[in-house]
């Protein structure tokens, strides 16, 4: 599928906006950059948030410099794009890494990306991530306590969290205890939901330690009709003020399911927020 044919299929969605995957085939030529922008912006939404996936946990120098080299191309083609928000993730968790110096590791390489953010309007999002389709192992920063501790080790106002309470599931944590200690910090969110196929949590989180590849256990799905409790998490982003965009991760089995998806986190957003504010706490 071309990026068109996917501008083309979200439209009749009614979206405020198309969230955009930096490793899109089309994007790695700069010259399309304004010309999607423009189809995206021609059907009344915009590319506010640009997902990419550095690896910054390496332990070779130089490796880690090429990544922050990536990140900062990927800071300009948000701008590019017209977006204000570009993801970063901490990196692998190779097996020889210990916890402190992944830690350190991803922390300094993004505060290396930061002044370069800032000084183009770009906000750099840090998600509770689970693994990148390329990688050979998980995200470093998987768990709660991780995470938790390189959101702390970073303190910057153009750096925030994008929180997705599905992949709490993944690390075996609690989504809303893991909303609740960085709800202060997330400037952006991924509405997605998970159900089970097999088994229970608890069978989950024991088959997933140590793990490769994705959760035998779980799947994609429908949002509203999986493991997440989106009357509550919505309940905890509403008191901390939270109004930024919501990023509907769905249409795995087809654009009918990620419409009744669009249309839930609608209903959850009004019942959730002031009417006067809803418009600003949008789906995307």
């Not at 070779?60 to 928000?85: C, Y």
Request: hydrophobic share 40%; with cysteine; net charge negative.
């Amino acid at each position: 599928m071309r990026i068109a044919d996917w501008i083309t299929l979200a439209a009749p969605l009614g979206l405020e906006g198309l969230e955009w995957y930096a490793g899109f085939l089309e994007m790695a030529d700069e010259d399309n950059w304004p010309h999607l922008r423009r189809a995206v912006e021609a059907e009344g939404m915009t590319i506010p948030m640009l997902c990419c996936s550095p690896d910054f946990t390496h332990p070779d120098p130089a490796f880690r410099e090429g990544e922050i080299a990536k990140q900062k191309r990927w800071i300009d083609m948000t701008v590019a794009l017209g977006g204000s928000f570009c993801r970063v993730l901490s990196g692998q968790r190779r097996p020889e890494l210990k916890p402190h110096e992944g830690v350190r590791l991803a922390a300094n390489s993004i505060r290396t990306c930061l002044p370069y953010a800032a000084e183009r309007g770009v906000t750099l999002i840090l998600e509770n991530h689970y693994k990148d389709d390329f990688w050979e192992y998980p995200e470093f920063a998987q768990t709660m306590e991780l995470f938790c501790e390189l959101v702390d080790a970073i303190d910057d106002p153009h750096f925030g969290v994008n929180y997705d309470p599905s992949n709490a599931f993944l690390a075996g944590d609690d989504p809303l205890e893991l909303l609740r200690r960085v709800s202060g910090r997330v400037v952006t969110m991924h509405a997605s939901d998970r159900m089970l196929i097999t088994g229970t949590l608890a069978d989950l989180r024991r088959e997933e330690e140590g793990a490769s590849g994705y959760a035998r256990r779980l799947k994609h799905g429908e949002i509203g009709k999986g493991l997440n409790d989106y009357d509550a998490i919505f309940s905890v982003l509403a008191s901390e003020g939270f109004c930024g965009w919501i990023s509907i991760e769905d249409g795995v089995n087809g654009m009918d399911e990620l419409e009744r998806s669009v249309s839930f986190v609608r209903d959850k957003i009004a019942k959730h927020w002031p009417r006067e504010e809803t418009a600003r706490c949008v789906a995307q």
